[in-house]
């Protein structure tokens, strides 16, 4: 018997990888383009960092004319969701995070795009079977046999001696069966699974280079690790090199957790006759919590490390990636600011400027990002995107969007168009909260908040001599003038300066009299522009509000 024998009996079927390679082609690209990928497990979460991860690898392939993957690892199917892809795709498109290949979604049907797949690793059974199979014919794989109480008394002994953990060296059992014992146990019908006969020493050292850490030394791999599972699916590790390899990807971009593997992949590589791509590992997003303790970002404990989290706020996705290439790239902040009209796309990523000690994921710096993107956008851009989220979100408001399309697009634009416009609208959520009292729908149940002036005779004066000499075509100069006036009449100071030199001339100054119709007309002591505020609503709206006010 020989290992072809034994390769045969577990493999009957198994296409030659000649022929698969054939299948497979090196990618016709010009000389420095990439070919990334994001390979992300359908667990029904995804991550922030996986959405900082599949931004890095897409724009990096963008950027050298390369290719960008989207590949769903699903082989270990414990921790596989249902609609857990449908969750990753639908991410990625709200992000404009658009791939060549991969896997696609049409009328809720999972599709293939692209030459390069199976772009799921469920699918590509056969192809890991084939190169599992010349490993073995090669005498660089073998079937173990070893159940779970066998491990478990590897590792007792192991500990035992103070040795290193793990299947290697005199500790793999199946490693030392001959080939005729292996045969033997198969045909008696005993379990298998098919691991790697490493030929590493743990001894030697390898030194292995990566674009974000530079270059890092570790000992040789000598771990004999599993290639295929007991469910007949591979590991992390075996799709990993053949899928990387067949399709052609020379940059691999993930996170770090995958560091200590390298030894491992950088072996199964070369048995693979595989080329070894290029690594870049991302430290994971960081956060200082409420105890000032700096951690991981942790799907468990952090709300905001899911991606979802930022569209159920109505954080504009453009912000979110803003922040995210923030996080990145160490001077991107700098490049945005002199590029205000350049498209993120004109940025180029360098893996040189990737902090490797884990970055500080901020979310009050997102916010203000947010903020910042929202006060520079059109009232009318404001409309769509803060209709779009209410449709999805809030249909009471989005009805009222609707029915008010003008009112709405009038109040987005108060003190928008200036050198620095007002920045009231943290994300799309947030309008509704800052804009309601324009809407008579929603101008209904609240409380006037507090303010100075409470005699109601002095209230009815004000507001009547501000509706008798109101004029709608009043620039704001003239309207401002006319609150004067009513200030002075009724002895509160028109200049702030005089008020400030004798207070007590006056029963109060010109912002207590505003303030009296800020609140007779929204409810609120605070608000944008008085002046515009009143153009919006038109002086027969402004009557019934005053009305509304005097007899609360
Ligand atoms: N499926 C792996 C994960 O989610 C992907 C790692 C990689 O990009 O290779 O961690």
Redesign the pocket.
Known sequence: MTNKDLADLIFPNAESIENIEKKYKVRDLKEGSVVTRF???PTGFVHIGSLFTSFIARKVARQTDGVFILRI?DTDQKRTVENGIGEIIKDLENYGINYDEGIIFENGVVKEKGNYGPYLQSSRKTIYEAFAKSLIERDLAYPCFCTEEDLQKIKEEQELRKDRLGYYGDYAKSRHLTIDEAVLKIKNGEKYIIRLKSPGDFNKKIEVKDLVRGRIEFPENDLDIVLIKGDGLPT?HFA?AVDDHLMRVTH?I??DE?ISSLPVHIQLFQCLNFKVPKYAHLSPLMKVDENGVRRKLSKRHDPESAVSYYHERGIPKEAVMLYIMTVANSNFEQWYEQNRDAKLEDFKFDFKRVGSSGALFDLDKLNNISKSYISRLTAEEVYEKSLEYAKEFDKEFAQILVDNKDIAIAVFSIERYQKKPRKDYENFKDIRKETWYIFDELFKDFTYEEQKVTDRELLKKIISSYLDSYDENDEEDKWFEKIKNIASMNNFAANMKDYREHPEDYLGNVTDIATVLRVALTSKTVTPNLHQISRILGKEKMKERFDKFLQA
């Open positions: 390979a992300p497990s690892e992390y990993h691999v993930r996170g995958w």
